[in-house]
């Protein structure tokens, strides 16, 4: 990977309309972004909506750490590789 382009975390914690519209928009940068949402599942609002449509241009793969059949779940351990091995972590 090119020394400019970063690899992303980016933790959804408190906002996750937010989290989704700054990980659609890192990648315009050329930046690897995976995106995690925590805490509790995605409302389903037209806001969230029109986000992930975000990510899926974005192709982006959101995962969540909150037991969801509608997205992969990522439990501890995996959650633990990601921080560590991402250059840089974010949280929404």
Not at 19 to 34: D, E, S, Y
Not at 38 to 64: F, G, H, K, Y
Not at 71 to 80: E, F, G, N, V, W
């Amino acid at each position: 990977m090119p020394e400019n382009i970063k690899s992303i975390l980016l933790l959804a914690r408190r906002d996750h309309a937010e989290a989704m519209r700054v990980a659609a928009g890192l990648t315009i940068f050329g930046h690897q972004v995976r995106l995690v949402f925590m805490d509790r599942p995605v409302a389903d609002t037209q806001e969230n909506a029109e986000q992930a449509e975000l990510l899926e241009l974005a192709e982006i793969a959101p995962e969540t750490t909150v037991d969801n059949a509608d997205l992969p779940l990522l439990d501890r351990p995996h959650l633990a590789d990601a921080l560590l091995s991402a250059d840089v972590v974010m949280s929404f």
